[in-house]
Structures are given as structure tokens and as C-alpha cells.
């Protein structure tokens, strides 16, 4: 008789435990601040208030990981995390301020149009992108307009692109089926032979889609396995 074979390891445990290593690297207030890595590095985009602070949290459960990107002062910066063991982390994530404060004055937002452009055009270690959409909002022409400064590297297969439709609890089954439509016909726009887009609604307080969220991650910063 042959010995049993060792379960398979669930995946959606294995990615959730990835993601709980995340601790805070460094944060920086433009692309040349950033310290250059090999590893690869996924980044958090969205408007303020589109739930991204409550996502990464959820994501990585702890409680307050990326509200430390909303201290006084780190607003405007781009906040590494980095993940995996700590003698050989694996990938990072990279907490990008958030947009479309109406309150921000018309200098800031230019200065944070330069840098998520320069940061997402050029940043070499950048291996995916999750953008956060409030599901009653969906995609704004503010995110249009960010997503245009990466869509030639998502075109190519370069950089990955999964796009969460947040808050998905305070949605009924028709409006969330509206809701993932209308995203779709927008991200349409970006589908190539090459490109990798998701798509999928997304809820921290019902936790809806945040182990699916985590497998993504999880593949992208270990494609091979
Ligand atoms: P950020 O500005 O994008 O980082 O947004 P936050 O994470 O601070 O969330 C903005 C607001 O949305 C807060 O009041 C959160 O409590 C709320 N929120 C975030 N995620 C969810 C969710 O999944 N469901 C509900 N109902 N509210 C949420």
C-alpha cells in the first residue's frame, strides 16, 4: 500500500497567510524616492473614501496597515509594505494616495497627477495594479484618467490589472449585476490578446471576494506556482 498523500494545500489559506506578513518598508513622496527592487510589486489605487485603507486591511488582516498611510504628513506619499518571509521577502505592496478630494487644492493635484503617472509609466518593479471602485460609483472619470497613464503596460501583459468593486454589501443582487456590467464595458476599452484583467465585487464587512482577491495577489507575486 502507498503512504497517503499530504493534503494540497488550500490555496485561499496560503494566500491569506502571504498576505498577513505584510509590514510597513518605507514611504516616499515621489518615484525617485523609492528604493529599487527586483521584487515584484503590486500596487493599491482608488479614489478617497473607496474603501482602499479598509481592502488592504482586510486583505492583509491587520487591522491598521494602511492607515498608517493616512497619518498626518503621509497622505500624499506612496507607502511600501513588503511581504513574505523576512529574511527573503517576496514581493511588496505599494499604497498609492488616494484621489479625487474635492477639498484638495488645484496645485496638489497636479503634483499627485505627476506622480501616479510617473509611477505607474515608469516604475520598473511594478507587476500589477488593484484598482478599488465604490460598487455604487463605479469607474469615475478621475479613474479612467488614471488608469489611461498604466493601460499601455496592462495592454502588453506587463503590468496586471484587477479592479474591485468595494462596498458590494450595500448592493442587492441587481445592482451588483449592474454594477459588474458597467465595469466591464470600461475595462473593455483595455482588453488585449496579452492584457490580464479582473474584475470581481469585493466587501470587507461581509468579506465578500477577499479570499479570491488574495489568490490574485498571491499568483501575481509568485507566477511560477
Ligand atoms: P479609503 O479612503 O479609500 O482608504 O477608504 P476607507 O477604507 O477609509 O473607507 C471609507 C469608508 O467606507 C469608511 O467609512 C469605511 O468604513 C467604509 N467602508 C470600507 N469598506 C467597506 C465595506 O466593505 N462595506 C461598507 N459598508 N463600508 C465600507
Given at each position: ?6 493534503a494540497?494545500?488550500?490555496p485561499?489559506?496560503?494566500a491569506?497567510a502571504w498576505a498577513h506578513t505584510?509590514?510597513f518598508?518605507?514611504?516616499a ?6 528604493p529599487?527592487?527586483e ?13 482602499k485603507s479598509?481592502?488592504?486591511n482586510?486583505?492583509t488582516?491587520?487591522?491598521?496597515l494602511?492607515f498608517a498611510?493616512k ?19 517576496d514581493?511588496?505592496f505599494?499604497?498609492?494616495p488616494g484621489?479625487g478630494?474635492?477639498a ?10 505627476q506622480?501616479?503617472?510617473q509611477?505607474l ?12 471602485v ?7 472619470e478621475?479613474?479612467?484618467?488614471l ?5 499601455p503596460?496592462?495592454g502588453?501583459?506587463e ?5 474591485l468593486l468595494t462596498?458590494?454589501?450595500?448592493l ?11 465595469a466591464q464595458g470600461?475595462l473593455?476599452?483595455l ?15 461581509s468579506?465578500r ?5 488574495a489568490?490574485?495577489?498571491?499568483g501575481?507575486a509568485?507566477p511560477?506556482?
Open positions: 500500500m502507498s503512504a497517503p498523500t499530504p494540497a494545500p488550500d485561499e489559506r496560503t491569506l505584510a509590514r518598508l518605507t514611504t513622496a515621489q518615484l525617485d524616492q523609492l529599487p527592487t521584487l515584484p510589486e503590486i500596487a493599491f489605487v482608488g479614489r478617497s473614501n473607496a474603501g479598509t481592502a488592504i482586510m486583505l488582516q491587520q487591522k491598521r494602511a498611510s497619518t498626518p504628513g503621509r497622505t500624499q506619499h506612496i507607502n511600501l509594505f513588503e511581504l513574505g518571509p523576512k529574511d527573503a521577502p514581493a511588496l505599494a499604497d498609492l484621489y478630494y474635492a484638495v487644492a488645484r496645485g496638489a493635484k497636479l503634483r499627485w497627477q506622480v501616479m503617472a509611477y509609466e515608469l516604475r520598473r518593479s511594478l507587476s500589477g495594479v488593484v484598482l478599488m465604490d460598487s455604487r460609483l463605479g469607474l469615475t478621475l479613474d479612467q484618467q488608469l489611461a497613464f498604466v493601460a503596460r496592462v502588453t501583459g503590468v496586471k490589472l484587477l479592479v462596498k458590494a454589501d450595500k442587492n443582487r441587481r445592482e451588483a449585476d449592474a454594477a459588474l456590467a458597467a470600461v473593455g476599452q482588453a488585449t490578446d496579452d492584457a490580464d484583467l479582473s474584475l470581481a465585487l469585493f466587501s470587507a464587512l468579506r471576494g477577499v479570499g479570491d482577491a489568490q490574485v495577489l498571491h501575481w509568485h511560477a506556482g
